[in-house]
T-cell receptor, first 110, second 115 residues
Framework: AQRVTQPEKLLSVFKGAPVELKCNYS??????LFWYVQYSRQRLQLLLR??SRESIKGFTADLNKGETSFHLKKPFAQEEDSAMYYC????????????FGTGTRLKVLA | DGGITQSPKYLFRKEGQNVTLSCEQN?????MYWYRQDPGQGLRLIYY???????QKGDIAEGYSVSREKKESFPLTVTSAQKNPTAFYLC??????????????FGEGSRLTVL
């Protein structure tokens, strides 16, 4: 069964501190993993996807198949990073079921 | 102006009534999705559709129904059988294919309140 777990509901860090938002998944095949972000009063939007191996707004995420994890990291948090972050997983063969974790609210304190 | 449009933004319903939420996209996307967003529970998948005239149940389909008669449209009906319908509903679409699913594009959402 597909499942995405985000263990932290709330993460508070000080500006300039490193950030790591945890995501673990369960999927029997080869998944596509994503991080989405929802800023206050804005639509949910894609932050990054594992297949692109890109860095967006200073965030990176590495897919660790051995640990079935896709943690989101940023070395130095900014106040504008405060938002709700969701990890998501999509199937890649036959069915495109797309599920999300419960989300982590990141608060960056001045 | 391309995107996904959900309507209405706010909807009030009496218990025992069915209500239909609209979702339209002009992105030419094949796949469309409905999610329910509740505080502390994230986004839970209600139904999804990969192509016209086909749809699959998500994780919380009970009490909901959908149709996909046109590529652009994927309406969601919240029936009186849904025990706790008060929630924020999000529609999304993407262009899947080739084993590489794409970015989900979301609507602004519809907030349903049952009185």
């Amino acid at each position: 069964a597909q499942r995405v777990t985000q263990p932290e509901k709330l993460l508070s860090v000080f500006k300039g501190a490193p950030v790591e938002l945890k995501c673990n998944y369960s999927y029997s095949g080869s998944p596509e993993l994503f991080w989405y972000v929802q800023y206050s009063r804005q639509r949910l939007q894609l932050l990054l996807r594992h297949i692109s191996r890109e860095s967006i707004k200073g965030f990176t995420a590495d897919l660790n198949k051995g640990e079935t994890s896709f943690h989101l990291k940023k070395p130095f948090a900014q106040e504008e990073d405060s938002a709700m972050y969701y990890c998501a997983l999509s199937g890649t063969s036959g069915t495109y079921k797309y599920i999300f974790g419960t989300g982590t609210r990141l608060k960056v304190l001045a | 102006d391309g995107g996904i449009t959900q309507s209405p933004k706010y909807l009030f319903r009496k218990e025992g009534q069915n209500v239909t939420l609209s979702c339209e996209q002009n992105l030419n996307h094949d796949a469309m999705y409905w999610y329910r967003q509740d505080p502390g529970q994230g986004l839970r998948l209600i139904y999804y559709s990969q192509i016209v005239n086909d749809f699959q149940k998500g994780d919380i389909a009970e009490g909901y129904s959908v149709s996909r008669e046109k590529k652009e449209s994927f309406p969601l009906t919240v029936t009186s059988a849904q025990k706790n319908p008060t929630a924020f509903y999000l529609c999304a679409s993407t262009h899947p294919g080739g084993g590489n699913t794409g970015e989900l594009f979301f609507g602004e959402g519809s907030r349903l309140t049952v009185l």
